[in-house]
């Protein structure tokens, strides 16, 4: 400690305020633990400013706007202008909205809020940097801390952010002109749903990808759904191409090198890159060592089931642990872990964590794909139901895509699902309450589904799997 430096105390320290940080800092509050939320930026972390609120306020904008450009077969005739500024100053108003709404939530709930940069100065010590001259610093002892500083985008060889032409989604997400044209390295989730937005405001995109696909980990008729629309709209893909570099070109623009497996070069000349390779926990710059602590080989803090590291008292969440790296991951063990701070019998169970992709058409999935429930030991019964033969789905005249269930072909309990198709981020929903509570595929067949609606896919799906689909051909 400095000399003069007087430590405060508090029961639980929370290191961060993103989904996971400020929603355990709450939780824990309500449970009458005395909570610090320490944030050295905006609270809301990357989800609320720079991650799935502004990218997803971005992509319903110009959803809006392409939806009435492209409904001449509707009958639809407009002539639609997009103002980028505005758009921009909306997103930004609704994310404003939200993270003012998380002030207010950690104040009323009797959360204390410090505003600085932290580091551990010991097992059960905190030092906090204000920032800005003359902010000083303080020190925070605890008894437990969470740590919750989330991730940063991974900067690749020769493509720093801060040189003008290079963006990462941070900076992709402020853009206030569109792009001309656009190089973007890494076709994972999030290269391809800015892609996808990016293409249908007339920016020419250019995805380059290592692997041999778009979307690791997702089953090829689902990514081909995706794939095919993305081209669709104009956007191309080089496979088994890894970025190596780029230079300023004449026209302002900026030329993008790759090479593939077999060391042979390509270029791709663009306006700007977009690196999108993924990204990395923010773990570097908290002086671990201090705490005990220590990365495993991704990176991460290895926890148990309470969400617990190696060191008693401190916690780890969110994309700081292992797991997704997603928002509703990280706040629901930031609720688990505070629930055991306060001597809850509380643990994390995986078995449902929803994903979704916000390209067009979405893609969702929850739970086990068929190959997985058959390496599990499971002799899975699979029904499907495609959006072409949804009437809601065609009378928006979007009916791209299939809803499929994995169910345990004895018992019928629900094991997995994969939608992709329209609002698949929303009917995934049913289904991971399926697999979270057990439930079969008869009790979705038998739940009496509002008609006409996508949703009804589900039951059809679930139909499907027993045999005896009504909408489509039980084969
Ligand atoms: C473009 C984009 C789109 C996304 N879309 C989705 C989506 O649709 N759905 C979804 O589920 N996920 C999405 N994600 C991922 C999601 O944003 C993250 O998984 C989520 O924010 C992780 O939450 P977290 O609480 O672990 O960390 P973060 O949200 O990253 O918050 C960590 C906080 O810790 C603070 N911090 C870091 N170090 C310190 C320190 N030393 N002292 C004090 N504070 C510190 C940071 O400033 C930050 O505010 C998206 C991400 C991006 C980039």
Known sequence: MVVGDVATGTELAVVGAGPGGYVAAIRAAQLGVDTTLIEKDELGGTCLNVGCIPSKA?????????????????????????????????????????????????????????????????????????????????????????????????????????????????????????????????????????????????????????????????????????????????????????????????????????????????????????????RQPVLDTLNLDAAGLEPNEQGRLETDHTGETNVDGIFAIGDVAPGPQLAHKASKEGQVVAEVVAGEPAAMDYQAVPAAVFTDPEIATVGLTQAEAEEEGFTPAVGKFPFSASGRALTTNDHEGFVRIVADGDSGFILGAQIVGPEASELIAELGLAVEMGATLEDIAATIHTHPTLSEGVMEAAEHALGHAIHTLNR
């Open 58 to 278: 971005l992509i319903h904008a110009t959803n809006v706007g392409y939806e009435a450009d492209t409904a001449e077969e509707m009958g639809i005739h407009a002539d639609v202008k997009v103002d980028m500024e505005q758009m921009v100053d909306w997103k930004d108003g609704v994310v404003d909205q939200l993270t003012s709404g998380v002030e207010k939530l950690c104040k009323a709930n009797g959360v204390n809020i410090v505003h600085g940069r932290a580091e551990f100065a010991g097992e059960n010590r905190l030092r906090v940097a204000h920032g800005g001259e003359g902010q000083g610093s303080e020190t925070i002892e605890f008894e437990q801390c969470v740590v919750a500083t989330g991730s940063r985008p991974i900067e690749i060889p020769g493509f720093a952010y801060d040189d003008d032409p290079v963006l990462d989604s941070t900076q992709l997400l402020a853009l206030e002109q569109v792009p001309r044209s656009l190089v973007v390295v890494g076709g994972g989730y999030i290269g391809m749903e800015l892609s996808t937005i990016l293409a249908k405001m007339g920016c020419d995109v250019t995805v380059v990808e290592m692997m041999d696909d778009i979307l690791p980990g997702y089953e090829e008729d689902v990514k081909r759904v995706v794939r095919k629309r993305a081209e669709e709209l104009g956007v191309d893909f080089y496979f088994g191409q890894a970025a190596k570099g780029w230079e300023r070109a004449d026209d302002a623009g900026i030329v993008v090198t790759t090479e593939n497996e077999d060391g042979e070069e390509s270029t791709f000349d663009a306006e700007k890159a977009f690196v999108a390779v993924g």
